[in-house]
Structure formats: C-alpha cells, structure tokens
C-alpha cells in the first residue's frame, strides 16, 4: 500500500499589481464596493509575453527548492489550469521542458477553480496506482486574458498566479494519524454551465472567448457545495469539523469562505483567507493560500489540511490531508 505525502510547496505571483483603485479608472467600480463585496484589494496581472507556464514554472521550481529534489526527482508534471498557453500541447509539457524533466508523463487537467483539488486527488490516485512516484502538482492561471475588461460584474474579481507541490508515493496505507492525503471528494454538475463559464473556445468559435458569469447565483450555490463537499470528507474519515487544523479554501470571495467556515463549524483563526492580495487565481488560488500559510509558519508538518473548491462547470470538490 501506498500513500501520498507533500514534500514541499511554491507559489508566483506576476510583479504588476493592479489595485481596486486602478479598477476604478478602467470601469465604473470602486474601491468600497469591491471591498465590501469580495474582500479584494488587489491582483497581480502577468507581463505582456509572460504566460501561463512561466507562471507555473516559476511555482513548481519554488515547490522543488522547498522539497529539496531536483527536476530528475519528479516522474509526473500535472497542471490544473482553464487558461493554456496553447489549445495543444499541454501546459504541463511546456512546464515539464521549462524545468529540465525529462521523465514521466505530464498532462493539464481543467476543472476551473476546482482545478488544483481535482489535481491532487489524481496525483494522489497514480502515486498510489505505481504509475508516478514523485508529482508536481500545479495550479496555475492567466486569467486577465479572458477577461472581457469592460464588464465590471466580472473583471474586478479576478486576478493571474501560480502554485505547487510535490508529492510523494510513500510506504503505508493512507490513514487519519499518518501525513499524506487523507480522502478526497469530487463533483460535477453540467447542467449548470450557463452560470460560469468562457463563450468561446477552439471547436465551438475559433476564438478564446471571454468570462461570463451570474455572480449571485454562483455564489448561492458555492456555498452550499463547498459545505457538501467539506462535510462529506469528514463524514468519510469519521472526523469532526474542529479537528482541523487548517482550512485553505478557494480563494474567491471573502464572504464566500467566512460563510461556508461559519455553516462548516470551523473557527476563523483556523482559516487562510489570501484572497485580498490576488483575488480569485481560479486554480492556482488553493496552493497561492497554502504557500502563505506555509511561509508564514502556520501550516507545519503533522497538520490537518483541508482543502476545498468550486468552480465553472460546475465542479466542486475537498480534500484532506496531513500536512
Ligand atoms: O470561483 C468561483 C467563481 N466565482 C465566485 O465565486 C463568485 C461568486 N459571486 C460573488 O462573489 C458575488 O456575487 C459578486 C462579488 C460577484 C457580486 O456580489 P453581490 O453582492 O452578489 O452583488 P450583485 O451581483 O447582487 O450586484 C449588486 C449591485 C448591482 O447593482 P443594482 O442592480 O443593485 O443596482 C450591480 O450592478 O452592484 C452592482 N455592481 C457593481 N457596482 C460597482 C456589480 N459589479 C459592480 C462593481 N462595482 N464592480
């Protein structure tokens, strides 16, 4: 039997911040209001010619300094990302070049926001199939690129970075009391498409496309997903909501994350909220928050982690692990 165990994680985030001040010069928005309704203050938007996978690289080189491997260590390059570089090949092939692997398999994987928790629980599936024995797992998002940046219902809330880890197939049987993934739980319901999603891509308009969503009824439902998923985790590892040490949550939407801890049971000291310095990265916003919380030394070896997302699709998912 195997487990899956984090050995290290990175983040990157693009030098050009873009504050809700500068917003307001673009669209009618402002500053309070952007605040007040998503707790943003600023993103970080990439250079011209910086991309997705440089984004990426950047995060999975951190992940591996902090791992202490380099890129002959790693046999599986995974990245969850909505915004590719290129329609092919992945962006993970682009990162794996960029970082000297040349080993394994690498492939993107696109669930949206849920991205990066869709990700981990696949890495976490081939480590302990013996299909890979070390993974960078990456999320990472240019999302300023299909922005339509005249709509002010969408273009205030997002914001481009990366983050990643690495795992590692370990001797053992996942278990509560050990480190490694836990349990993951994942879901999907197409039928609600027409709330969140990008109106083109390569077989339906030939061209990228742009953002659209229905804010308020996605953020009805993300709570009550978020809380299906987070509940279902701990129902599956027999835990109760206050043995978590840590909640990293999507970084979407400060009332979103208050909210679900707030129904979850889950005290506000306990979660790690970055969404006010890079706004909504969709899936690179879940490992933006874990570098955070790792970096300022909150998150230490033997913690319990819970992870959770929602995102276009919709997709939803948690994962817990010890840290
Ligand atoms: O990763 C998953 C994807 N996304 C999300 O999780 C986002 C989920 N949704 C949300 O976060 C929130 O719904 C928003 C932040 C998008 C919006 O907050 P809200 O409290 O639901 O506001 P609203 O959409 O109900 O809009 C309230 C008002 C409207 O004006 P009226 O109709 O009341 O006169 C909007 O036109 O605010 C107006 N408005 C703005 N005003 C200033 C919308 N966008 C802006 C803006 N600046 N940027």
Known sequence: MVRSVVLGCGAYLPAR??????????????????????????????????LTSDLAAAAGRDALAAAGLGPEAIDLVLVATATPDRTFPATAARVQAKL????????????????????????????????????????????????DWTDRTTC??????????????????????????????????????????VDG????????????????????????NISEAVETVLRQTGLPADAIDWFVPHQANKRIIDATAKRLGIAPEKVITTVQVHGNTSAASVPLALAVGVADGRIRPGHLVLLEAMGGGFTWGATLLRW
């Open 100 to 147: 000297g692997i040349t080993g394994g398999a690498a492939f993107d994987l696109q669930a949206v926001c849920t991205g990066f928790v869709y990700t981990v629980a696949t890495a976490d599936g081939l480590l302990r199939s013996g299909v890979a024995r070390r993974a960078l797992v990456i999320g990472a998002e240019t999302f300023s690129r299909i922005l």
């Open 17 to 50: 911040v873009m504050t809700n001040h500068d917003l307001a010069r673009i669209v009618d928005t402002s500053d309070e209001w952007i605040l007040e309704r998503s707790g943003i203050s600023e993103r970080h938007i990439a250079a011209d010619g910086e």
């Open 201 to 224: 891509g390569p077989s339906s308009t030939g061209q990228v496309g742009h953002l659209r969503m229905a804010g308020r009824e996605v953020f009805r439902h993300a709570v009550t």
């Open 156 to 197: 205030v809330l997002f914001g481009d970075g990366a983050g990643a880890i690495v795992l590692e197939a370990r001797p053992g049987e996942p278990a509560v009391g050990e480190r490694g993934v836990i349990a993951s739980y994942l879901r999907a319901d197409g039928r609600l498409e027409d709330l969140l999603y």
